[in-house]
């Protein structure tokens, strides 16, 4: 079993920065592609951001290109959301997750593509 724990949530204002943190208590974390997703109220989950395995390719929402940066630190066993130029529409719980497989040249991008998630995080950008 793989447990991933979100960190840096909370309360921002509209062109604000914030920075998620998700560790991951997988040994071989270098083995795992890691994603974020987010979930508005009342609202289904969406696809935020991914990082392949090898870190070789990263993938973004159309709506958080150029604002939001993925990341990853093999020897902390840790993923990173570096979120900038944040609005309104951002607000929502931001949940981390983890998928295996040897991506090359792509990586996952839908939900069911992942098999372990954290708890989740709310953020909040207010206008």
């Known amino acids: 079993q793989v447990y991933l724990v979100e960190s840096g949530g909370g309360l921002v204002q509209a062109g604000g920065s914030q920075r998620l943190s998700c560790a991951v208590s997988?040994?071989?974390?270098?083995?795992?592609?890691m994603g974020w997703f987010r979930q508005a109220p009342g609202k289904d989950r969406d696809f935020v951001a991914a990082i392949n395995w090898s870190e070789s390719n990263t993938g973004y929402a159309d709506s958080v290109r150029g604002r939001f940066t993925i990341s990853r630190d093999n020897d902390k066993n840790m993923a990173y959301l570096q979120m900038d130029s944040l609005e309104p529409e951002d607000t929502g719980v931001y949940y981390c997750?983890?998928?295996?497989?040897?991506?090359?040249?792509?990586?996952?991008?839908?939900?069911?593509?992942?098999?372990?998630w954290g708890q989740g995080t709310q953020v909040t950008v207010s206008s």
């Open positions: 997988e040994l071989n974390f270098s083995r795992l592609n």
């Open positions: 997750a983890a998928a295996l497989g040897l991506y090359k040249g792509s990586y996952p991008r839908h939900g069911d593509q992942y098999t372990f």
